[in-house]
Structure formats: structure tokens, C-alpha cells
């Protein structure tokens, strides 16, 4: 079966643009999350999903980044008003089980803010 | 608040050697362990995990991995390590049950880099 996807598979935006990510978690997942990658960094949690459960949007960094998903569906990203340190690939993940224990990835969207 | 340390930024190790990839951890409560390998332009690919039971775990291509509770540690281990090996390999934790949700905390990443 397909594995997660992710598109765009590279962006690149200017100072001040507005962003949208997009997300296609494996079917029948019920868990989604998103995560950042910055150079040289380890990923970072940003935002969680689980069904149509409230969101944990504990690690959006600022109010400038936002998610949706409808349902067990596809998810987008919205950074708004992006700034150069946006700069990063997002990356996607999707789980079967609640608790999300054995996260598969998607290939993610790397973001380049100039 | 939990935090994953892998010492080594980056490692070379010839073809055929053996290979050893530290990671250590601070948690508070009992930690189910994970490694992932990201080869270029690909996304996060599960290598193994450890929940509990035997501390010394198998994973796809060839690797292993020791939980040591003593230490904080879960090294990852390969015993003749291939070219295609090349890539960089995270370490995550996730705290087990409780209301994580899954939440995987990562290290900064080992690129590990082989020589023919």
C-alpha cells in the first residue's frame, strides 16, 4: 500500500508569503502528526492529531503556524507571514495505533524562505 | 522535561567494520526507545524499537540495539556495516502510556559516513 506522502516536495517562498503543506497520511491511520527539521537539527514536534479529537498544538512555535485535518484525512500546514528562520523540512507522520508508537513518515516538504 | 543525547555528530567507519551509535536519554518514566535512519532526500524509516522484554533488540538491515536501564542508554550496533548504510541515524523516545500521544522527542542525529 502507499506510504505517506507529502507535497510540495520543495518550496520556495519569499519573506512574508503565506505557505501551505500538505499531508496524506497512510489509510486507516487515525494518528498524524507534524514535525520540523531544521539544518543540522533533530526533529521537532509541532502539532498532533488524533481523529476528531482536539489537536495538540503544543509545539507550533507561534501563532503564525496553524493545522487542519478533517477527520482521519489529509492534513495541511499553514505558515502564515513566514520568516527566513521557517526555513526547515516538515516532515509527516501517521500512526494506527492511538498512542502512536510506530510512526511512519512521509518523505517531507522542505522550505526555503528568502 | 526529557531530552535524547547522541554524542557523536558524525561518524566514518570503513566497509565491513563494525559500528556502534550512542544514545542516551533523560526520562522520568518508562521510555519505549526507537531508532530511525534518513538517507538523503528520503523521509524517517523505522530501524527498531524497544517497549520492554528482552534488552537487546532486532531490527531490519541487519541491526541491534542494547536498552540499558542503568546507563539511560540504547546503542545502536551493526556488526559489518554496508556502503548503503550511509545516512543519518535518530535516536527518539516516546514516554509510554500516559498522555504523550505518541509524542517522539529526537536526538540531534549521527551521520554516518562509510569508506569503501
Known amino acids: 500500500g502507499a506510504g505517506v506522502s507529502q507535497s510540495p516536495s520543495n518550496k520556495v517562498t519569499e519573506k512574508g508569503k503565506d505557505v501551505e503543506l500538505r499531508c496524506d497520511p497512510i489509510?486507516?491511520?487515525?494518528?498524524l502528526y507534524w514535525y520540523r527539521q531544521r539544518l543540522g537539527q533533530g526533529l521537532e514536534f509541532l502539532i498532533y492529531?488524533?481523529?476528531?479529537?482536539?489537536?495538540?498544538k503544543s509545539g507550533l512555535p507561534s501563532d503564525r503556524f496553524s493545522a487542519e485535518r478533517t477527520g482521519e484525512s489529509v492534513s495541511t500546514l499553514t505558515i502564515q507571514r513566514t520568516q527566513q528562520e521557517d526555513s526547515a523540512v516538515y516532515l509527516c507522520a501517521s500512526s494506527l495505533r492511538r498512542q502512536g508508537y510506530e510512526q511512519y513518515f512521509g518523505p517531507g516538504t522542505r522550505l526555503t524562505v528568502t | 522535561a526529557q531530552s535524547v543525547t547522541q554524542p557523536d555528530i558524525h561518524i566514518t567507519v570503513s566497509e565491513g567494520a563494525s559500528l556502534e551509535l550512542r544514545c542516551n536519554y533523560s526520562?522520568?518514566?518508562?521510555?519505549?526507545l526507537f531508532w530511525y535512519v534518513q538517507s538523503p532526500g528520503q523521509g524517517l524509516q523505522l530501524l527498531l524499537k524497544?517497549?520492554?522484554?528482552?534488552?537487546l533488540v532486532q531490527g531490519i538491515k541487519g541491526f541491534e540495539a542494547e536498552f540499558k536501564r542503568s546507563q539511560s542508554s540504547f546503542n545502536l550496533r551493526k556488526p559489518s556495516v554496508h556502503w548503503s548504510d550511509a545516512a543519518e541515524y535518530f535516536c527518539a523516545v516516546v514516554e509510554a502510556g500516559g498522555t504523550s500521544y505518541g509524542k517522539l522527542t529526537f536526538g540531534q542525529g549521527t551521520i554516518l559516513t562509510v569508506h569503501p
Open positions: 526520562y522520568g518514566a518508562t521510555p519505549y
Open positions: 489509510s486507516g491511520h487515525t494518528a
Open positions: 524497544y517497549f520492554s522484554g528482552d534488552t
Open positions: 492529531f488524533q481523529g476528531n479529537s482536539a489537536p495538540d
